[in-house]
C-alpha cells in the first residue's frame, strides 16, 4: 500500500523554485546534467540531443539513449536502499528496482512527466528539471561529496 502524502512530507517539503530558495544555505544541491557546463541559448538551440524530441527529429538517438543511459545507471545505483516517489502521483514507496520506477525515470529523462524522488539510502532528493539536467537536494553536504563520486563514475557532470 502507497504511504499517505503526510507520511512523505519530510522528505518532500515544498519548494519555490525562485533564486532565493536555490541561494539559501539551508540547501544543499548540485545540478547535475550530461552537458559538462551551463549552455548559453546559442548552444542549446544548435544541439541536436537536448531532449527526447529534438533527437527524434534531428535522427540522433543513439547520441540522446547515450546520456539517457548514463542517467539510468546512476538512478540504479542510487535505488538499492529503496526509492520514495512522490511525483507523478500517487505517491510511492519502491523497495528495489522494478519496471514502475525505472519508466518514472525514462519519463522525467524524457521530459513527458517530471519526478520528484527520494532515494533511501543516499538520503537524496531529486527533482527532474528540463534540458537533460536534474536537481539533487541532500540533507545533509557530507552526502554530496560521494554523489559527486557516483554522478562521476556514471559519467555526468555536476555543473557550477
Not at 31 to 37: C, G, K, Q, Y
Not at 66 to 85: A, D, N
Amino acid at each position: 500500500m502507497a504511504p499517505s502524502n503526510n507520511s512523505l512530507d519530510g522528505y518532500f517539503p515544498e519548494l519555490d523554485f525562485g533564486i532565493d530558495t536555490l541561494s539559501s544555505p539551508d540547501l544543499h544541491h548540485i545540478n547535475v546534467s550530461v552537458f559538462d557546463h551551463w549552455l548559453s541559448q546559442e548552444e542549446a538551440a544548435d544541439i541536436p540531443i537536448m531532449s527526447y524530441s529534438i533527437a527524434h527529429d534531428e535522427a540522433m538517438m543513439a547520441s540522446y539513449l547515450h546520456g539517457e543511459e548514463k542517467f539510468l545507471r546512476l538512478y540504479r545505483s542510487l535505488s538499492k536502499q529503496g526509492v520514495l516517489c512522490n511525483s507523478p502521483t500517487p505517491a510511492r514507496n519502491f523497495d528495489e528496482i522494478d519496471d514502475e520506477i525505472e519508466q518514472i525515470f525514462v519519463d522525467s529523462l524524457r521530459e513527458k512527466r517530471a519526478m520528484d524522488v527520494f532515494f533511501k539510502s543516499h538520503e537524496l532528493r531529486v527533482i527532474g528539471r528540463y534540458d537533460r539536467t536534474d536537481l539533487f537536494i541532500a540533507r545533509d553536504p557530507a552526502f554530496l561529496v560521494k554523489i559527486r563520486e557516483e554522478v562521476a563514475k556514471a559519467g555526468l557532470f555536476v555543473l557550477a
